[in-house]
């Protein structure tokens, strides 16, 4: 089963950074955009950020100023760089893509594996 490829994740300490990266195989083309979901214990997953090929961003309220997305099109990689961490910063971290296929523009959705961020207070 073909699925992004998440790295990065660990244990920090409140204030600390951390970065998180995430790769699409080469199978997966025509990605139009990549981002973050997370989800904390007991709680629904919520988008964290996304970024389009165009370099157009967002943010949820909560990670403003602390979090930056980028991207590197070719590579099919997105990245967060988390500084100023907290401790509700903590978090299984899913990475995801949405391909659009260029004949019919239909699009499918990839998802990493999850990565644990846990910021000790």
């Known amino acids: 089963q073909v699925q992004l490829v998440e790295s990065g994740g660990g244990l920090v300490q409140a204030g600390g950074s951390l970065r998180l990266s995430c790769a699409a195989p080469g199978s997966i083309f025509s990605i139009s955009a990549m981002g973050w979901y997370r989800q904390a214990p007991g709680n629904r997953r919520e988008l964290v950020a996304t970024?389009?090929?165009?370099?157009?961003?967002n943010y949820a309220d909560s990670v403003k100023g602390r979090f930056t997305i980028s991207r590197d099109n070719a590579k099919n990689t997105v990245y967060l760089q988390m500084n100023s961490l907290k401790a509700d910063d903590t978090a299984v971290y899913y990475c995801?893509?949405?391909?659009?296929?260029?004949?019919?523009?239909?699009?499918?959705?990839?998802w990493g594996q999850g990565t644990q961020v846990t910021v000790s207070s």
């Open positions: 970024i389009t090929t165009g370099g157009q961003t």
């Open positions: 995801y893509a949405r391909r659009v296929e260029p004949v019919d523009l239909s699009r499918t959705n990839y």
